[in-house]
Antibody, heavy 126, light 109 residues
Framework: QVQLQESGPGLVKPSGTLSLTCAVS?????????WSWVRQPPGKGLEWIGE???????NYNPSLKSRVTISVDKSKNQFSLKLSSVTAADTAVYYC???????????????????WGQGTLVTVSS | SSELTQDPAVSVALGQTVRITCQGD??????ASWYQQKPGQAPVLVIY???NRPSGIPDRFSGSSSGNTASLTITGAQAEDEADYYC????????????FGGGTKLTVL
């Protein structure tokens, strides 16, 4: 059973860079189709941040694209998130998740997030 | 990008059946997946694809879709099903990023 664990500073100063790492255990980081970061501001819904395929290619949420970098370190079986120029609006619980694709017999597609980390609260404050 | 729309709150009597819906243009191209989130916990996948349950998810959870609407049905709701439920799918525009619904708070009475 794949397990994910986020780690990183819980407090980041405004205008600084948020940096988080997601350690993958119970399986290889090359075993999943892609790896994503999702965040949830206090009391609000889920927001997808971005994803990285084991090939290294990335996709980002257009609203965050200019500030986000996701990378993978296969040697450490982990992937990372960097979010620059943070403000209080970036305060949230940050989750890492593994993604899998799905196709039925008709070829219809339905990708999904199979495994999630427990989440880590990052507060942006001076 | 497209959006997924969910009712903010739904209630169901203990043991009864409840349907939670999710609407959006992307659902014409992609199946939705559904996640259950209890307070202070990470989301848990409950339905994916046409109507598939991960191991450990009770069979009272089922999924369906028609046109631009996906539905999560709980048949015989239990007290432990009280939670927030989120739908999610690939976005059918651009580089296929993801979109989440705003979530539905399910109360079991």
């Amino acid at each position: 059973q794949v397990q994910l664990q986020e780690s990183g500073p819980g407090l980041v100063k405004p205008s600084g860079t948020l940096s988080l790492t997601c350690a993958v255990s119970g399986g290889s980081i090359s075993s999943s189709n892609w790896w994503s970061w999702v965040r949830q501001p206090p009391g609000k819904g889920l927001e997808w941040i971005g994803e990285i395929y084991h090939s290294g290619s990335t996709n980002y949420n257009p609203s965050l694209k200019s500030r986000v970098t996701i990378s993978v370190d296969k040697s450490k079986n982990q992937f990372s998130l960097k979010l620059s120029s943070v403000t209080a609006a970036d305060t949230a619980v940050y989750y890492c998740a593994s993604g899998s694709d799905y196709y039925d017999s008709s070829g219809s597609r339905g990708d999904y997030f199979q495994h999630w980390g427990q989440g880590t609260l990052v507060t942006v404050s001076s | 990008s497209s959006e997924l729309t969910q009712d903010p709150a739904v209630s169901v009597a203990l043991g009864q059946t409840v349907r939670i819906t999710c609407q959006g243009d992307s659902l014409r191209s992609y199946y939705a997946s559904w996640y259950q989130q209890k307070p202070g916990q990470a989301p848990v996948l409950v339905i994916y694809g046409k109507n598939n349950r991960p191991s450990g998810i009770p069979d009272r959870f089922s999924g369906s879709s028609s046109g631009n609407t996906a539905s999560l049905t709980i048949t015989g709701a239990q007290a432990e099903d009280e939670a927030d439920y989120y739908c999610n799918s690939r976005d059918s525009s651009g580089n296929h990023p993801w979109v989440f619904g705003g979530g539905t708070k399910l109360t079991v009475l």
